[in-house]
Every structure is written in C-alpha cells, then in structure tokens.
C-alpha cells in the first residue's frame, strides 16, 4: 500500500508527531511505502533541531528515518514562513534538520493523488 502522511502537530504539544513517526516505522517494515511526508501547521517545528538537552530530539529520529529509507520529508512553506522558520522567499532549508526540505501543497496533492492513503496525525 502507498500512503501520504501529513502531520499538523508540533512535537512538543502532542502525541501525534511521534504516533506517525512510529507508524511509518511500522508501515516501512511490513513492506507498504511512504510517498510524502508532509509537514502542515504546527508540524512544521518537526524539523527543528532540539537544542534542550535531556529532551527527545524528534528531529534527529525523523532525520535518520529518511535517510535510511529515501524518505521525502516537506515542511509546507507557507505554514513555515508563517512561524518563522524560513523567510518569506523560503530559502532557509539550512535552518532545517538533515532531510527536511520546504515545499508546497501542490506536492502534497500530487503524491496524495498517486497514494492509496492519506493518514494525517493533528493535536
């Protein structure tokens, strides 16, 4: 099965950043494939480095997942700009953590319309 996910929480108000996280692990090894992993709202703080030092860098772990899997991590550029992660030419993809890149809802729908799935995780 292929499956777009979308995350619209922050890893650091909810549960729902690490619950993808954990299903996508789970998806990726009983063979199914992820096509996108888009970053919306609040989700986009996903690709923050942590920089708190006892604290889960969920980042890290996203990072290392997409490296060993070839997967395509995009924070929505708009939803970015919005929160200051990137400026308003959204050029900044060197503030982010290794894998995360800034895109658009047009990707989203592109790889939606190819997908089987589309889970979202929210707050």
Avoid at 64 to 74: I, K, M, Q, R, S
Wanted: proline share 2%.
């Amino acid at each position: 099965m292929k499956f777009v996910i979308q995350i619209n929480a922050s890893p650091r108000e909810a549960q729902a950043a690490n619950s993808a996280y954990q299903f996508i692990k789970a998806a990726l090894a009983n063979g199914h494939h992820i096509l996108l992993v888009f970053f919306y709202y609040d989700g986009v703080y996903n690709a923050q480095v942590s920089s708190f030092a006892g604290e889960d860098d969920l980042s890290a772990r996203w990072s290392t997942l997409a490296h060993e899997h070839g997967l395509d991590l995009v924070l929505c550029v708009s939803a970015a700009q919005r929160r200051g992660l990137v400026s308003t030419e959204g050029r900044d993809e060197g503030s982010l953590a290794p894998g995360f890149r800034i895109g658009g809802l047009g990707q989203w729908v592109d790889a939606c319309l190819k997908a089987d799935r589309l889970l979202t995780f929210a707050g």
